[in-house]
């Protein structure tokens, strides 16, 4: 085999193996629980999982996504992350080489991979890797500097450019939360994503911080708006069936929403409801539901009464929070239907962190050259993007 293979090869490995260690973080770093001990054990039954069961995806295809032990399911997002990091890591080697630039590519990369799953999961993005990656990247920098001769020059400093990418792109962030805590009265971020921010700012320097921002905004906005795009559209072919009667309203709530009889009583519902801690079952009384379930409550007797006057509550946006684990951002129609009020509930609650790390990740890979064609009149400086 040639040099080349065995480098990606290695970078394979290499990545599978972080990709393993990431699937420990995301599940462990949101509990609060340490990545280093326990080792690592089945969540359902306890026995702790043997070497040659932990082999990153060939093991999961071995037990077909079961544990050895009692046959519990082991998630699919497992073998994903070792792939795709796997993968990541084989890009980078290919694209830089046995460099200091794959590496540093290679490791925001998985991290910003850990933070998408963790952001998806548990809504949070845990300092043990953003903060944690902010120190890698210094250490990164430093190392740079260091260079052959071992001399430190302020005016090409790496460290001094991954310290500003940090606390700029960081307090950045920071500062446009601190404004829309000001004049909206609600959070419009939260100090995770500041964090992400100041970690891709410490990999990529103030340039790339900017650019994963400008690129993460442009990706949250596109996919917004083609998720309500394609949302109205099944609104309106919903709408349209249940009110010719072309489509039961009990089907149609058993999949999408949730269906509330005039009496007040749960006639059908879905996952949607009933995922909500607290909230009322098949044949419940709405009114029995929990403060969690009170947002989509309210909705929903708002609609009767404007059915009752002839209206319709058009569509809207609305936030279920317990306070603990429980996030969710729902998107909301109600259509009057035969005995009741039938309420769509889409979740609309991609965090903007998911967007974020692929701003992170599009930075660090294609940032100097977008940087070069866009021909700045203020030199920016790039030594950090490869």
């Known amino acids: 085999m040639t040099p080349a293979g065995l480098l990606l090869l290695f970078a394979g490995a290499l990545g599978a193996i972080v990709g393993s260690f990431a699937n420990v973080c995301i599940h462990r770093l949101p509990r609060g629980e340490s990545v280093v001990t326990p080792p690592s054990r089945c969540p359902r039954c306890g026995t702790r999982i043997a070497f040659f069961d932990n082999v990153p995806v060939i093991s999961w295809l071995l037990l077909r996504g079961r544990c050895r032990s009692c046959a519990a399911r082991i998630p699919v997002r497992y073998p994903i992350v070792e792939a795709v990091t796997s993968l990541l890591f084989i890009a980078c080697a290919a694209a830089w080489g046995p460099t200091l630039d794959a590496l540093s590519g ?106 994963a921002l400008f690129f993460g905004s442009l990706a949250g ?39 509330v009889g005039l009496d007040g009583r749960v006639v059908a519902a879905g996952p949607g409801w009933l995922d909500i801690p607290g909230s009322a079952p098949e044949g419940g009384a709405l009114r029995a539901s929990s403060a969690t379930a009170r947002p989509v409550v309210a909705i929903l007797r708002l609609a009767r009464r404007r059915a009752a006057a002839g209206r319709t509550v058009s569509f809207g946006r609305l936030m279920v929070d317990d306070g603990d684990e429980f996030f969710r951002v729902y998107a909301v129609r109600a259509v009057p239907a035969e005995g009741g009020i039938l309420l769509l509930l889409d979740r609309a609650d991609i965090p903007f962190g998911v967007f974020l790390a692929l701003g992170g990740v599009l930075a660090f890979a294609l940032g100097r050259d977008l940087l070069r064609r866009a021909g700045l009149p203020i030199p920016v400086p790039d030594r950090l993007l490869p």
Do not use: Q
């Not at 071992?150 to 307090?171: I, N």
């Open 221 to 259: 906005s596109l996919s917004g708006g083609a998720a309500f795009a394609v949302r109205r559209a099944v609104w309106w072919r919903l709408e349209r069936d249940v009110g010719r009667g072309t489509r039961s309203a009990v089907d149609v709530a058993r999949r999408r929403g949730i269906l």
């Open 106 to 211: 290679a490791l925001l990369a998985a991290a910003c991979l850990t933070l998408v799953a963790t952001d998806l999961a548990h809504r949070t993005l845990p300092d043990e890797i953003t903060l944690g990656g902010v120190a890698v990247a210094l250490l990164f920098a430093a190392a740079r500097d260091a260079g052959p001769g071992g001399r430190f020059d302020v005016a090409g400093s790496r460290l001094l450019e991954s310290l500003l990418g940090a606390a700029l792109g960081g307090g950045f962030l920071l500062a446009v939360r601190a404004a829309y805590l000001r004049f909206r009265g609600t959070e419009g971020l939260g100090l995770g994503d500041v964090k992400m921010l100041a970690m891709i700012g410490a990999f990529t320097g103030l340039a790339g911080a900017f650019l």
